[in-house]
């Protein structure tokens, strides 16, 4: 599987995945800290990817996304930025109800599948 396919089908898989530099519990730069609080005190469940332990998605993923930098959030298959965006979507109470409808969704995915 070739690195974008890679990328896709992980966007794509998870209602809520973050790119990020280290993981949730040791973030390796200020910027991912912040965007993890964040998804941390909205209580969301989310997918994250550490970029610093996949060179292939930190080259790659900023061309296929046409965002430059990290971390890079994506809702429902839909980039929705770093963690300035976040930021201020998380003080309008906008990214609360994105993320809820995305889960939402994928709640009724798996009911529709099991039936």
Not at 33 to 39: D, P
Request: net charge positive; glycine share 6%; aromatic share 8%.
């Amino acid at each position: 599987m070739n690195i974008i396919s890679k990328i896709q089908r992980q966007i794509s898989t998870n209602p809520i995945i973050i790119y990020i530099k280290g993981s949730p519990e040791f973030p390796s730069c200020g910027f991912s800290a912040k965007a993890v609080n964040i998804l941390l005190t909205l209580k969301v469940r989310f997918a994250y990817i550490d970029i610093l332990q996949n060179s292939e998605i930190r080259s790659e993923l900023p061309k296929f996304s046409k965002w430059p930098t990290f971390p890079q959030l994506w809702v429902s298959g839909n980039l929705i930025g770093g963690s300035d965006i976040m930021t201020e979507m998380f003080e309008s109470g906008e990214l609360k109800k994105i993320l809820e409808q995305a889960l939402s969704q994928e709640k009724k995915n798996v009911l529709k599948k099991t039936k």
